[in-house]
């Protein structure tokens, strides 16, 4: 499977997505320049973490008018997978992908920490390597995470099960403690009506592997994993991995001039 | 000519004046004024330092680049490079909390990517005003919150650091950030303009006319009318830094850079001299080709504007279109203002016209050396001589205890580090709140552990033995997570250099921390000296603060911050000795902060260190943690807060001292090991052998903190008592 991690301006978890997705889970990985419109026949789509443009105006708010963008929504509508982790979430949501908002954290802060999610559906293309209701131990950081809608669509997503992923404590439980961020219903992983696009607030390349503090974070990427070999008839094709600390851009240099 | 209020508007002197007409064959004007002036200040000049920071060693092993240029780098193996330094932004940061500390992290970032390496981690050292203050409160809130706004978008994890509290920071709060980056061994840049007739090329944001003379600034003490000082403060943009790294690390890796130097302290100003300077060469500018942001800027303003994410780069002809494409994809400008010359000389036109024309070296090399006078402050003798009080017998220890926690200096911090990305990059293997951070190295086995230390109490009572305390619990935090030193960085935060009791701090500290990396064997590879810490009189305690890295060869041996296990050995390397003087309980129990700092034995301290770091090798800790502030009853207590089982512990010490001393004295070369108990004798037997104190004081386990002292149960606590104290502290102070 062939994986195209966008890199826009100020995207900061481009690296790390890149390497839990070609080194960790041996998924063939290229990045995708944000000028560029060509998506390279990739099979997902990953908008990665970090801070798009600064963030200024809006999280997520120029980066949608990227031209990459335009090529993006063509190929969500066109039935294709796409993930925005965060910043990723961001972006989908103020290109319309997702419905909804992110306000600031309900303590006005950053924050960067560990947390769990339960997961609601598992019947997604995102979420199907999961068990109903297992719990995921995932970190988030952001400063907008708090999701916001309007009841009618709170209703609506409840009702289609469009809520995938919500925060909730060790246990499982939905503790207000538990909802950091102080999403409306805990909502920490959103999918659209269609279910090819998932937006995610916490950083499932962040807990990819044990050495870091967790590796549940693959539950995600292996559902889309099956769900796309599945498709394709069980093709198990690995790519290889080269792995060294990233100091100059990789190679191919990420973006043409 | 000029008179004395300019000059002293310059902050220089007379006799500095003379020294320049002198070099330069004329009376300067205002422009090169000016840039001698920022250039000769304490900040960029170091003259008031210099003569004592040869002092330190600056050879070793692996060391590839000492002081002198942006930053140090050592050798780690495997082809690559750690490059490090670390920085002050002192007095910004009290002006503008939140730029203050948010360009404080974007320079010494660049100080990093300027020499070829990939910022993979922050630390920092805050130290402010007592907390019960709103003032103080807002500078932390501001400060805190500029290191996130910056570090966050920028995607640097901040992994990592130290934050005390002070009455003598409240109008002198400490902003110390260090930087340590990556790189290809063989790919490091630096600071040169070789070739005559090579284009100078001028990258990154446009010039404003912010920070002009934010280092003449930062090279006077502040009075009363400080808060005009404003304007002097630069304003970040991580966005463009972010994409200032990327296009930098490009052009690098394609090979189209010769030199770089950013533009920090004294911008264009610093980096053109200093490029020039060091290749003994000359540069010739047009001050009308430098992207301005504002109209009408005059060659003063556009030399000593501190703008920031600002790169100067030399290359050959050819290259600059390449070079110029790259950075066009990263949206950035990229314009030739120059070229290299023979002559060694600064020139620069403006509107058609020579307004500056000085010699390099004259600027960089030749600015003045003080052997400021050196005197001992009458205090340091008067609170040596201070004998502690007896313990009265009422005093309740137990609660004592929950005291200490709870105390700012000690209790938890995580209100600061959450609002910091730490784990972005996902090499963050240790996280905030242990003895040192430690960074895996992606394809190895190895980690790279880094660590900020420093307690001004013990400095101000005595500078010596706080700069080799410093050094030696910093390597000892290393140790704890199995990492040997390799390289120092410092930064030395004092008060006004021209008060001789301020100098005899500063030179008995620098001499404290050439001890003790003499000691360890380890080079300091630069580091940043901060005076003028002091507002209307008033200085900051003396504070030297100690960034060390080190390296971990396996990863998977490193032990945990807390207790892992029920029933494991809890012991103890080192010895408790009887030693109050500038212990946090002195201080909360007696109101005292006097007495003397703790005796400091290399010798035991090297080889606790080492019986620590085989042990892990070995693979027998589980916990490690060394002893600092609060001593060996808040060392225990900390092992036990950060289990994530929530395991207590139960200690047995027969030691013949007061009891308070064994349970809050805070002697020196001390470590906590915790073990499986079949491994606690093999433990012993190594320490035996290297002729190190050790045995088993206690066991893990239980829901409780219970400590016993001759058969007498002094402290008996509810673990979950006692973290919600050390939680809820901090957090505490900033409820709305």
């Keep these: ?257 | 000519m000029i008179d004395d209020k300019t000059l002293a508007d310059h902050n220089l002197t007379r006799d500095e004046y003379d020294f320049i007409v002198k070099l330069i064959g004329r009376e300067p004007n205002l422009t090169e004024l000016g840039i001698f002036s920022v250039m000769w200040s304490e900040h960029c000049g170091y003259k008031s330092s210099k003569v004592y920071l040869k002092k330190f060693p600056t050879k070793g092993k692996y060391l590839i680049q000492g002081p002198g240029e942006n930053a140090g780098v050592m050798d780690i193996g495997d082809g690559l490079a750690v490059v490090f330094k670390i920085e002050s932004h002192n007095h910004p940061s009290y002006l503008e909390p939140y730029q203050g500390a948010a360009t404080g992290v974007g320079g010494i970032l660049r100080d990093i990517f300027t020499m070829g390496a990939r910022p993979v981690a922050v630390l920092d050292s805050l130290r402010f005003g007592p907390l019960d203050k709103p003032k103080n409160r807002s500078v932390a809130e501001g400060v805190v919150s500029g290191i996130s706004g910056y570090g966050n978008a920028f995607g640097v994890p901040t992994v990592g650091g130290e934050v005390y509290f002070h009455d003598c920071y409240s109008q002198n709060p400490l902003v110390n950030v260090c930087c340590v980056g990556l790189a290809e061994k063989d790919r490091i840049f630096l600071a040169r303009a070789q070739g005559v007739g090579n284009a100078v090329i001028y990258v990154g944001a446009k010039t404003g006319r912010d920070g002009i003379h934010g280092a003449t600034m930062a090279s006077a003490e502040f009075g009363k009318e400080t808060e005009q000082k404003r304007p002097n403060v630069q304003v970040g943009d991580p966005f463009k830094e972010k994409l200032l790294l990327e296009a930098c690390l490009e052009v690098m890796a394609k090979g189209l850079v010769i030199g770089i130097q950013d533009m920090g302290a004294a911008g264009l100003t610093c980096s053109t001299t200093e490029m020039a300077a060091k290749s003994d060469t000359g540069m010739e500018i047009n001050l009308d080709l430098v992207p301005q942001r504002e109209e009408g800027m005059n060659p003063y303003e556009i030399m000593l504007s501190e703008s920031q994410e600002r790169m100067l780069i030399v290359t050959s002809q050819d290259k600059v279109k390449p070079l110029q494409d790259v950075f066009s994809k990263w949206d950035l400008e990229a314009v030739v203002i120059g070229k290299v010359t023979e002559d060694e000389q600064l020139k620069a036109y403006f509107h058609g016209e020579l307004v500056i024309d000085i010699p390099v070296k004259a600027v960089v090399d030749l600015c003045p050396a003080y052997r400021r006078p050196v005197e001992a402050p009458a205090f340091v003798r008067r609170l040596a001589r201070f004998k502690v009080p007896g313990m009265p017998p009422d005093l309740d220890l137990n609660q004592v205890f929950l005291q200490l926690v709870a105390s700012p200096d000690i209790a938890d911090k995580q209100w600061v580090f959450r609002q910091y990305d730490h784990m972005v990059q996902i090499n963050t293997i240790v996280l905030p709140g242990a003895d040192a951070a430690v960074l895996r190295l992606k394809g190895t086995k190895k980690g790279l552990a880094m660590t900020l230390d420093g307690n001004s109490l013990y400095a101000y009572l005595n500078p010596k033995r706080g700069g080799e305390i410093a050094v030696a619990e910093a390597c000892r935090n290393l140790a704890c997570a199995g990492a040997a030193p390799m390289g120092v960085t410092n930064c030395l935060n004092f008060g006004n250099p021209e008060k001789p009791e301020i100098m005899w701090q500063f030179k008995e500290a620098v001499e404290g921390i050439a001890r003790a990396c003499r000691q360890f064997d380890i080079p300091v590879t630069g580091g940043n000296v901060s005076f003028y810490n002091e507002t209307e009189g008033q200085a900051v305690f003396p504070t030297p603060v100690l960034g060390i890295v080190g390296l971990v060869d396996d990863v998977a041996t490193i032990p945990a911050a807390g207790f892992r296990g029920e029933r494991e050995a809890i012991i103890l390397l080192g010895e408790n000795k009887e030693e109050l003087g500038g212990s946090e309980y002195l201080k909360l129990v007696f109101d005292q902060e006097k007495g003397k700092a703790p005796e400091l034995d290399f010798r035991s301290e090297k080889s606790v260190q080492e019986v620590c770091r085989q042990a892990i090798k070995q693979k027998l800790v589980r916990t490690a943690h060394d002893l600092s502030e609060g001593g060996l009853a808040v060392a225990l207590a900390e092992c036990s807060i950060k289990s994530k089982k929530g395991l207590g512990f139960e200690v047995k010490l027969n030691d013949p001292i007061r009891t308070d001393a064994l349970l809050f004295g805070e002697s020196q070369s001390r470590i906590i090991l915790v073990a499986k108990e079949k491994n606690a004798g093999k433990i012993l037997a190594l320490a035996r052998k290297m002729k190190v104190k050790a045995k088993v004081i206690g066991k893990t386990g239980g829901k409780k903190m219970v400590i016993w002292h001759r058969k007498k149960k002094v402290v008996d606590q509810p673990v979950e008592l006692v973290r919600d104290a050390f939680k809820n502290s901090i957090p505490g102070y900033f409820k709305v």
Excluded at chain 1, 42 to 66: E, K, Q
Excluded at chain 1, 164 to 186: I, K, Q
């Design chain 1, 1 to 257: 499977m062939k994986f195209g991690v966008v890199v826009f301006p100020g995207s900061n978890c481009d690296y790390d997505t890149f390497h839990a997705l070609q080194n960790v889970m041996e998924q063939e990985t290229v990045f995708l320049w944000h000028k560029d419109s060509d998506l390279q026949q990739v099979d997902c789509v990953v908008l990665p973490g970090g801070f798009s443009y600064g963030d200024y105006l809006r999280s997520g708010a120029i980066a949608r008018f990227s031209p990459i963008m335009a090529e993006i929504k063509k190929f969500a509508s066109a039935g294709g997978l796409v993930l925005g982790i965060c910043n990723g979430f961001q972006i989908l949501l103020e290109a319309g992908l997702l419905p909804g908002a992110m306000l600031t954290n309900k303590n006005l802060k950053f924050l960067c920490q560990h947390v769990y999610i339960k997961i609601e559906n598992n019947k997604t293309a995102f979420s199907r390597a999961g068990r109903k209701s297992q719990v995921l131990s995932i970190p988030i950081a952001h400063f907008d995470g708090n999701y916001y809608a309007p009841p009618e669509l709170l209703a609506q997503l409840e009702e289609r099960k469009q809520i995938v992923f919500r925060y909730c404590d060790g246990n499982g439980r939905l503790t207000e403690e538990a909802n950091v961020n102080g999403s409306l219903h805990h909502i920490a992983g959103l999918i659209n009506e269609q279910g090819n696009v998932l937006g995610l607030m916490p950083h499932p390349e962040r807990a990819s592997e044990k050495i870091v503090g967790s590796d549940d974070g693959q539950v995600i990427f292996q559902s889309i994993i099956d769900y796309w070999e599945k498709k394709a008839g069980g093709r198990k094709k690995k790519a290889g991995k080269t792995v060294r600390p990233v100091v100059s851009p990789l190679p191919p240099l990420v973006g043409s001039l």
